[in-house]
């Protein structure tokens, strides 16, 4: 497994512009992860992994009000931790289709670097024994610090998660050029636009 960085130059090297590398990308994932997709490497079991990299469809009842601005459809997004919510659980994500992308890249790069080792040991090992990274929460706050990611963070109810899929780790080098995300509501730049305005996070 290569650095993330040298993913990126090779990713460049093959596109004609970022455009390209933007549809490309969106069409790969939509093939693999979207609703129907033949999925990765992996198959979710039913248990999800602190650090792990999913997709799914997200099928809540909720509608869109001031409370609750917008909606994300098909989410790409890190599993955290599950947690009790009112007579269900939530599933607590980093939603990385509300994140710029430009921060979105450097939130990739730095994921990479420091849990190399794991992500390189997961590559190759069935979904039933995949590493987790261990103390996730805290090990982000120190490792993203001034990157805004709480401002991605949100709860999943798990009742209406369906079609879940497992990203490849050769696929993560994608994600920071993905631009076509299934969001109801409020438009992806006033989203990307509120979440700039919370850097200090």
Do not use: H
């Amino acid at each position: 497994m290569k650095p993330f960085e040298e993913q990126i130059k090779d990713l460049r090297k093959g596109s004609q512009s970022i455009s390209s590398i933007s549809n490309e990308s969106n069409d790969l994932f939509k093939k693999k992860y979207g609703p129907g997709g033949s999925g990765g490497r992996l198959e979710f079991n039913g248990d999800f992994i602190p650090g792990k990299f999913y997709t799914c469809e997200y099928k809540t009842k909720t509608k869109v009000s001031e409370k609750t601005p917008f909606i994300d459809r098909e989410p790409v997004f890190i599993f955290l931790k599950k947690e009790k919510f009112q007579s269900g659980s939530i599933a607590v994500s980093m939603d990385l289709g509300v994140i710029p992308p430009d921060y979105r890249g450097n939130i990739m790069v730095k994921l990479w670097n420091q849990y190399y080792n794991i992500f390189k040991d997961n590559e190759s090992l069935p979904y039933t024994s995949q590493i987790p990274i261990q103390g996730i929460s805290r090990s982000f706050d120190l490792l993203l610090n001034g990157t805004g990611w709480k401002t991605s963070l949100t709860g999943f109810k798990l009742d209406f998660m369906d079609n879940i899929k497992v990203i490849d780790y050769s696929d993560l080098v994608r994600i920071p050029y993905l631009s076509n995300f299934m969001i109801e509501g409020q438009s992806i730049n006033g989203i990307y636009n509120d979440y700039r305005s919370k850097l200090n996070l």
